[in-house]
């Protein structure tokens, strides 16, 4: 009996997310087009990338261990410090394209302009080239930090006021060297860039304006990087969180011993905010506290206190939103409240032939979190796997999303919140209950190859 074909693949996007997803699917044998508007890979660890769609700046060191971001099957160099600088990670992404033979299958320059569904559920994709092609199967892997997500305030203001996806350094693209600057949120990137330009050699006077405190988690804890220390998968939530928190209380003591406001929540109801500079920056005096903009009066800012400071530039650390461009159905986007709820965070029961890879919020990493995902995937599209029915599908969605969100406050921030080692084991269990259910099935492909067969793409009416 002969093999059966393996349907084709449309991958959008090589940053990490994109690229271990075809390193999975090459190893699997599907067959793939992959696509990368910019001319390397990396994405959104691509610094400068021409693009225009990094969030990259030039002191950035990533906040995840090396331990913890490694690729299982290619490991980090054994030279590399405990939190790599942005450019020895984008130089091992390089190298892992390299090593793996990915490059040659991967169509740079090339955007992905429109991907709908067919009449008979293929995805059309047109490019940039003004091509159309039709594709069995759909892998979104165009990242979540390149749409900047910008406050509205009343009022104008008359200075330089800009997202931190737009910061490269304390001079590009504005000279920060003796202005009073307000950094707007208190995420990891604010505290990259508070610690920064608070400096004295730089910024005269920093403030960070925010609606409420958070708990600034250190790099470190007992001379070890501390997301080393992991509450195991198996471990109760409950007990798990407790026994954090008290480690981390004791650690850090109270947020106002550094200037800081009292957090309005306990550590690890946020995604946490992680920095070994910020807290001994405000310590020292050089980082200030704000709370949220009132309104802009023109070279000056009111806050929420009422109090007015004059101020020479603006930076908003205030997030992302989620988007894909290339979707014009309004079923296969976030709703107004940022949620998109899939199944394993990637499958959206009743699109059976639509991955959406890396589009979650994992603690500690989002580096290596698709190279897990595509072990479902790939092994699905090869008839290894087999889903649960749609109800189920539901349902599990339902209780994973109160297992990895629950704890967390309401925000936008927080909706696609993930903890990567809870994951990973229900993921493992997943496949392993899946395999069962293909094999009770023949391995019957759940998505067969017919995008060859059609002439020309045939789009469903909009």
């Known amino acids: 009996m002969a093999a059966q074909a393996l349907p084709k693949a449309c991958v959008i996007g090589a940053g990490c997310s994109g690229f271990t997803t075809i390193k999975r699917l090459k190893d699997y044998g599907v067959p793939y087009d992959c696509f990368e508007m910019s001319d390397e890979i990396g994405g959104n660890w691509y610094y400068k990338n021409p693009n225009g769609l990094s969030a990259c700046y030039e002191s950035l060191h990533i906040d995840t261990s090396k331990w913890r971001l490694a690729f299982e099957d290619y490991p980090v160099p054994a030279g590399w410090p405990d939190f790599p600088h942005h450019a020895q990670l984008h130089q091992y992404f390089k190298d892992y394209v390299d090593h793996f033979g990915l490059r040659p299958t991967i169509t740079f320059n090339t955007r992905v302009e429109r991907a709908q569904r067919t009449e008979d559920g293929l995805w059309a994709v047109t490019l940039s080239t003004g091509e159309t092609r039709l594709y069995d199967v759909l892998f979104v892997c165009n990242g979540h930090h390149w749409d900047p997500r910008v406050p509205e305030y009343p009022g104008e203001f008359d200075g330089p006021a800009f997202h931190a996806h737009a910061y490269c350094d304390p001079f590009e693209p504005v000279d920060m060297r003796g202005k009073n600057v307000v950094v707007v949120g208190m995420g990891n990137s604010a505290m990259d860039i508070a610690s920064e330009l608070s ?264």
């Open 199 to 462: 400096q004295r050699p730089i910024a005269k006077n920093l403030w960070v304006s925010a609606r409420r405190g958070v708990w600034v988690f250190p790099k470190y804890m007992n001379g070890k990087p501390a997301d080393k220390s992991a509450m195991p998968s198996w471990m109760p939530r409950k007990l798990g969180l407790s026994l954090a928190r008290k480690v981390i209380k004791k650690t850090i003591g109270n947020m106002e011993d550094y200037g800081l406001p009292k957090p309005d929540h306990e550590p690890l109801e946020a995604h946490p905010s992680v920095s070994g500079e910020f807290l001994t920056r405000a310590g020292c005096g050089d980082i200030k506290f704000k709370p949220a903009i009132k309104a802009l009066e023109g070279s000056c800012v009111r806050f929420a206190d009422d109090s007015v400071e004059t101020v020479d530039a603006i930076v908003f650390a205030t997030g992302y939103k989620i988007t894909f461009p290339f979707f014009d159905e309004a079923e296969l986007k976030p709703d107004a409240d940022h949620r998109f709820p899939l199944f394993k965070r990637m499958m959206k029961p009743g699109v059976p032939n639509l991955f959406f890879m890396g589009l979650a919020q994992p603690l500690p990493t989002l580096v290596n979190f698709a190279e897990q995902q595509a072990k479902l995937a790939a092994a699905y599209l090869a008839g290894a796997y087999a889903p649960p029915a749609e109800a189920e599908m539901v349902r599990i969605m339902e209780k994973d999303e109160e297992r990895h969100t629950g704890q967390f406050y309401d925000s936008a921030r927080h909706t696609i919140q993930v903890d990567f080692n809870v994951y990973c084991a229900d993921l493992k269990k997943e496949i392993v209950k899946g395999e069962a259910r293909a094999r009770s099935q023949g391995g019957k492909l759940p998505v067969t190859a017919r995008a060859a067969l059609q002439p020309e793409p045939q789009l469903a009416p909009t």
